[in-house]
């Protein structure tokens, strides 16, 4: 007498796991993936800041035949790489390129920089 099996409708341990692992995989893969398209799009978002404050600096350039002071208390002063002074040498290119002072005044001059 022949036994008839029974076939079942579930799955099995092996297949579980290999589905899981293939979802793991794929899922692995995506995240990587995102986190290289957001530091791509960081690179991209900082080379075009850094253009339209290139462009700005041109723009004072053209009007006042000079480009903006490293500090705010010389404004002949030339660049000087060795300086340590960032904070009041950004100040200062704040001030000129945004016709602001430091202390976020209104407009005192002409807008050289328009912020996103």
């Keep these: 007498m022949c036994e008839e099996k029974k076939k079942s409708n579930s799955f099995t341990l092996v297949e579980l796991l290999g589905v899981i692992t293939v979802i793991g995989i794929l899922a ?4 990587g993936a995102a986190g290289a398209v ?17 462009a700005a600096c041109e723009r004072y350039f053209a009007d006042y ?5 490293n500090t705010g208390n ?11 002074a960032y904070t009041a040498a ?4 704040f001030a000129a ?4 002072n430091q202390y976020n005044q209104p407009p005192a001059g002409k807008r050289f920089f328009e912020p996103k």
Excluded: C, D, M, V
């Design 28 to 31: 692995g893969l995506t995240l």
């Design 38 to 54: 957001r530091r791509h799009g960081a690179t991209s978002q900082a080379k075009t800041e850094i253009a339209a404050l290139q």
């Design 65 to 69: 035949q000079t480009y903006p002071a």
């Design 74 to 84: 010389n404004p002949s002063s030339s660049f000087n790489p060795t300086a340590t």
């Design 90 to 93: 950004g100040a200062s290119l």
């Design 97 to 100: 390129l945004f016709g602001t």
